[in-house]
């Protein structure tokens, strides 16, 4: 009975896909029903998030999930399936970090902080200086030494609300954190206390990466993350009382870097086979939570964009490649590898999508490319309304495949709805919990369908006049 069933399902899809007759349409209506009631995504987030959890560069974890993922992408019959050797750096957190507001001696308020990634540790014992609060670089630098030196500064510039894109919000916060330190330390501050990238006001500090570009590591100050409802706190509690003082310790660290992997699969085209598209997302996360939205979501969701092509039958022009990056957070190593590799080897990229902005309901596409490229998309709109994709712009793709770009190809990133991403980015509730099955499968079908219709009618080639030499 099985083998009747199983011959019934072969004869059906080889009438389904009988020399290509099959609309666009019918095709990308085949490949949402395949993830939306066959999909393996949720089954292996499943297991990155709940069975390893948090994955940070150069950790344990990290490496489990290098070794899951490549045994998960052998099952899948790809025609190749390898790992990239990749040298991360390797900061480890330490103990849970310890904060509180002191308004007057002996009285103390605990506050939730953690260690921005990169950042190092306090002195052993802690420290405790006078707060100034800033909302820029600019408030910093009219503040001056005489009025920074020796205190903690506090950057408190909220995520802005009205912007509908929370991720532009974010890009335009993030420099206090990621920048917060070297300039503070300018003025011969000895810590930095960050508000967290977090629309929402809780009591969850979220971290993310820091750099001390090339100040000597005597000068490097301790940096962390607050959460929204403490920044609000010691706003107010330093409106009261100017003296008021902020202690902290954490005894994070930067260690020497350390051998990992991107995880590669391959569908070799069967026309063009030198012709490389890749789908990806990034492998490694922060640490607070289990890495589910950040970017667990991605790397399941393009591992199935390949699975999804083979289950429906597709047959690809050109090679297929899910490339999982190790790194993305806190030094983009595997991105920046995987296009030197591709370099060396004179690897003909024409197209690359990343999914790293959540496991959320997918609402269309950013794209890096040509117009020529783009108007090309803006033609296949009507095949993306079934299923409420929207939104098709220029402008950023994803930070693992922005190394691969040239005059010539295509990059893009999926674009999920980004209102509930910075609740959860970062932060101790980025797990598995937070992501929804449909939405998750919807985003892995988005991107097969757009792979799909990449492999089949190419990347228009610009005129070589067009060409920056
Ligand atoms: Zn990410």
Redesign the pocket.
């Known amino acids: 009975m099985r083998i009747l069933k199983s011959a019934i399902l072969l004869f059906s899809l080889l009438l389904f896909f009988n020399a290509g007759s099959q609309t666009d349409e019918n095709v990308i209506k085949e490949i949402y029903k395949q993830s939306l009631t066959n999909g393996k995504s949720y089954d292996w987030l499943n297991y990155l998030s709940n069975q390893i959890g948090g994955r940070l560069s150069g950790s344990l974890n990290a490496e489990k999930a290098v070794a899951y993922t490549k045994e998960e992408l052998d099952k899948l019959g790809l025609d190749k399936v390898w790992l990239q050797p990749v040298m991360v750096p390797k900061w480890v957190r330490g103990f849970k970090e310890y904060a509180f507001i002191e308004s007057e001696k002996g009285k103390t308020t605990t506050v939730n902080i953690c260690a921005l990634g990169g950042s190092v540790a306090t002195p052993a014992l802690g420290l405790k200086a006078h707060v100034v609060e800033v909302k820029n670089f600019e408030e910093l630098e009219t503040l001056g030494k005489e009025n920074v030196e020796g205190k903690i500064v506090f950057f408190n510039r909220p995520m802005q609300a009205d912007l509908i894109s929370t991720f532009q919000a974010y890009g335009g916060c993030v420099n206090q954190r990621y920048k917060g330190a070297v300039e503070a330390s300018k003025y011969g501050a000895v810590g930095v206390i960050v508000r967290s990238m977090n629309l929402r006001l809780d009591d969850l500090p979220h971290t993310g990466s820091m750099t001390y570009d090339d100040l000597p590591v005597s000068k490097r100050i301790p940096s962390a993350a607050i959460s929204t409802n403490d920044a609000d706190l010691l706003s107010t509690m330093l409106k009261l009382n100017k003296s008021t003082k902020f202690y902290f310790k954490q005894n994070c660290k930067q260690l020497k870097d350390v051998l990992s992997y991107n995880v590669i699969g391959q569908i070799t085209g069967s026309e063009f086979p030198n012709e490389y598209m890749i789908v990806g997302g990034?492998l490694d996360s922060w640490d607070l939570g289990d890495g589910s939205h950040?970017?667990g979501a991605?790397v399941v969701q393009s591992m199935d964009v390949l699975r999804l092509l083979k289950e429906t039958g597709i047959k690809p022009k050109r090679s297929i490649r899910v490339v999982l990056f190790m790194n993305?957070?806190n030094g983009l190593r595997g991105g920046k590898k995987y296009a030197e590799v591709a370099k060396q080897k004179g690897e003909n990229h024409v197209f690359a999508l990343e999914s790293?902005a959540g496991g959320f309901t997918s609402r269309g596409f950013s794209f890096d490319c040509s117009d020529a490229s783009f108007n090309q998309v803006l033609s296949w709109q009507p095949l993306f309304k079934p299923y409420l994709i929207h939104y098709f712009e220029k402008g950023g793709s994803g930070a693992d495949v922005g190394p691969l770009k040239t005059n010539t190809n295509v990059l893009a990133g999926l674009r999920p709805d980004s209102q509930r991403y910075f609740d959860h980015h970062h932060a101790s509730s980025d797990t598995f919990d937070a992501v929804n099955k449909r939405e998750l499968e919807l985003g892995a079908a988005t991107m097969t369908a757009l792979v799909y219709l990449f492999d089949k009618y190419g990347v228009p080639v610009t005129k070589k006049s067009q060409l920056k030499k």
């Open positions: 990034h950040d970017d991605g993305e957070e790293d």
